[in-house]
């Protein structure tokens, strides 16, 4: 059985950082694909971050160069470094995992919060 499990999450000043940690189980680490997402209040999911097997990522502009994801295959973690945060980053932020064979849209997490004061 797959699970996720975020951590990390909370209350920070804008310009601050935080960073996001993912526990995966129940899966092979090195060939799974690994991402973040957001959803704010009101708003649709939003990609944030993804790492493929081979480490390629990808990000959009709107946190290019302040977000970093990474990842532990040995401990089965993913993690998002958050840097100069801004009020428009609070939302609650999800861990996803695909895996092959594994359902289209992946595994997903419960997430965390992440609240942005100005």
């Known amino acids: 059985q797959v699970q996720l499990v975020e951590s990390g999450g909370g209350l920070v000043q804008a310009g601050g950082s935080l960073r996001l940690s993912c526990a995966a189980s129940?899966?092979?680490?090195?060939?799974?694909?690994m991402a973040w997402y957001r959803q704010a209040p009101g708003k649709q999911r939003e990609f944030v971050a993804v790492?493929?097997?081979?480490?390629?990522?990808r990000y959009p502009d709107s946190v290019k160069g302040r977000f970093t994801i990474s990842r532990d295959n040995a401990k089965r973690m993913v993690y998002l470094q958050m840097n100069s945060l801004n009020p428009e980053d609070t939302a609650v932020y999800y861990c996803?995992?695909?895996?092959?064979?594994?359902?289209?849209?992946?595994?997903w997490g419960q997430g965390t919060q992440v609240t942005v004061s100005s």
């Open positions: 129940g899966i092979i680490s090195s060939f799974a694909t």
């Open positions: 790492m493929t097997p081979d480490r390629s990522t």
């Open positions: 996803n995992v695909r895996t092959p064979g594994g359902p289209g849209d992946g595994y």
